[in-house]
């Protein structure tokens, strides 16, 4: 028997038969892993009740030599989150990014940047300073970034002109070819989304910048929804399907 232990954030908790909880943790050093917690079910005190969805915790997992999940072994909490679990649409957020992670990646494969990123963007979450919308086009962006499947928006996907020279305040995104397109090469009777220039400036901002400096935009409450509205069909998109905690967001949040 082996055993490993590492920073982690708790992506999900299913339970497991009467006794037991099987939690998907996204890990600071192996990655997704999912690993069962014996007895944590029926009783409180074995891990005091800090296994909560988005808590980061200190773990450490047992490794046996037959196949079957990694045990957890002790765990101990660093930050607990009780702001974002206590609010309704934070909580929304933070399950939207968390499927996210859940969904795209593989297991055991260390992703030491996404790990900072849905840190970084949980802490600030859960002590409000910026909102979840805001938050949500941050960490959706970035995610892409590190997924090598970033929007084109920074030149006509087709005849590559530079989106400063487009004329037009409005720009289309064409999803099928994953990047704006200029007017000269819009096919004029395809009904396409668009996006206007402020927001593709701000979108390409923070793709660039780190995420201190990318925290600090500031939207429009025009712009925030524009910008969300477009992550979240291109996100998806790419993604095959819509995520459910996506569904539960949209019908909460009030716009
Ligand atoms: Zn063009």
């Known amino acids: 028997m082996s055993s490993f232990s590492t920073p982690a954030i708790v992506l999900r908790r299913i339970d497991y038969g009467e006794y037991d909880f099987v939690i998907t943790l996204f890990t600071l050093r192996r990655g997704k892993i999912s690993v069962i917690a014996k007895s944590a079910k029926k009783s409180k005190k074995r891990f005091s009740g800090i296994l909560e969805l988005f808590s980061i915790l200190d773990v450490v997992c047992n490794v046996g030599q ?10 101990a909490l660093k930050y607990p989150f009780f702001d974002i679990r206590s609010s309704t649409l934070k909580t929304a957020y933070a399950s939207y990014w968390a499927e996210l992670i859940n969904e795209w990646m593989e297991s055991a494969q260390r992703q030491v940047q996404l790990y900072q990123l849905f840190q970084y963007v949980l802490r600030e979450l859960d002590t409000c300073r910026i909102s979840g919308a805001a938050l949500s086009i941050l960490f959706q962006i970035k995610f892409m970034a590190l997924s090598g499947l970033s929007p084109n928006l920074s030149q006509c996907s087709i005849c590559r002109i530079e989106v400063e020279k487009i004329k037009e305040t409005r720009v289309i995104f064409d999803f099928a070819k994953g990047g704006i397109l200029c007017d000269g090469c819009t096919s004029k009777t395809l009904q396409k989304p668009f996006l206007s220039k402020g927001i593709i400036k701000q979108l390409l901002w923070i793709e660039k910048g780190d995420l201190v400096k990318a925290v600090r935009v500031r939207f429009t409450s ?5 910008g969300l509205e ?26």
């Open 222 to 226: 025009d712009a925030l929804r524009e």
């Open 66 to 75: 037959r196949k079957g999940l990694p045990v957890l072994q002790e765990a």
């Open 230 to 255: 477009f992550l979240e069909t291109f996100v998806p998109y790419h993604l095959g399907k819509e995520p459910k905690s996506l569904k539960f967001l949209r019908k909460i949040r009030n716009w």
